[in-house]
C-alpha cells in the first residue's frame, strides 16, 4: 500500500524560479492537504480540498497554488519562488465516513525545499 | 476557533523514565483529539485519537493519553521511555465542523541512555 506518495523528496530553487510539488494517494481519500513544517512552528495549513474540483485557502496560502483534477492528485505550485517558502512540504489525505469526523489524516514522506 | 497548546518544545527523559507530554484544547464542544508522531527526516503518523467512547485512550508503542474536560487536556504518557522514542510529537484537534487537522507547535522527545 503506497498511500500518499510525495516527490521530489529534495529541491533546491532559486529566488524566482517555479515549481510543482506533487501528491498523490491511493487510499481513494475526499480530503486533501498541504502543510508546510517550520522549526518550533507546527504545521500550517496552506490549502486543502475536500473533492476533486474544489480547493480552498488554509492560513498561509500567499506564493501558492493548487488544484484538484482527480481524487487522487492534489499538486501544489510555487509560481516565483521566495526564501520565505524554504521549508517541509507535507501533503496528507483523510477520509469522511459519514457522520463521524474522527479520522486521522495520513501523510507523506515530506518535500524539503530549499530557495536560494 | 478550536486549537491546542503543547506545553515544552522539547523534553528530556533517561531511558526507562515516565514520558509526559502535554496537550491542552480550546474547545467549547467536544473536541477531536489526536496525537502523531514524526521521526526524523519522516511524515506524521497516528500514534492515537480519542473517541467519546473512553477517557484513557491507548495507542501504539505504549503510548495512552488520559481526555480530562475538567482540566481540558489530553496528555500523553508511557511509563518507560525507550531511545527509539525520541522523535517529535504533535497534539491535533480538527477545526470546528470540518475534518481538517490543527497541529500544535510540537515538543521534541529527548531520550537518554
Request: net charge positive; aromatic share 12%; charged share 15%.
Amino acid at each position: 500500500n503506497a498511500g500518499v506518495t510525495q516527490t521530489p523528496k529534495f529541491r533546491i530553487l532559486k529566488i524566482g524560479q517555479s515549481m510543482t510539488l506533487q501528491c498523490t494517494q491511493d487510499m481513494n481519500h475526499n480530503y486533501m492537504y498541504w502543510y508546510r513544517q517550520d522549526p518550533g512552528m507546527g504545521l500550517k495549513l496552506i490549502y486543502y480540498s475536500v473533492g476533486a474540483g474544489i480547493t480552498d485557502k488554509g492560513e498561509v496560502p500567499n506564493g501558492y497554488n493548487v488544484s484538484r483534477s482527480t481524487t487522487e492528485d492534489f499538486p501544489l505550485r510555487l509560481e516565483l519562488a521566495a526564501p520565505s517558502q524554504t521549508s517541509v512540504y507535507f501533503c496528507a489525505s483523510s477520509n469522511r465516513q459519514g457522520l463521524n469526523r474522527n479520522t486521522e489524516a495520513f501523510f507523506g514522506q515530506g518535500t524539503r525545499l530549499t530557495v536560494v | 476557533a478550536q486549537s491546542v497548546t503543547q506545553l515544552g518544545s522539547h523534553v528530556s527523559v533517561s531511558e526507562g523514565a515516565l514520558v509526559l507530554l502535554r496537550c491542552n484544547y480550546s474547545s467549547s464542544v467536544p473536541p477531536y483529539l489526536f496525537w502523531y508522531v514524526q521521526y526524523p527526516n519522516q511524515g506524521l503518523q497516528l500514534l492515537l485519537k480519542y473517541t467519546s467512547a473512553a477517557t484513557l485512550v491507548k495507542g501504539i508503542n505504549g503510548f495512552e493519553a488520559e481526555f480530562k474536560k475538567s482540566e481540558t487536556s489530553f496528555h500523553l504518557t508511557k511509563p518507560s521511555a525507550h531511545m527509539s522514542d525520541a522523535a517529535e510529537y504533535f497534539c491535533a484537534v480538527l477545526r470546528g465542523g470540518s475534518y481538517i487537522p490543527t497541529f500544535g507547535r510540537g515538543t521534541s522527545l529527548i531520550v537518554h541512555p
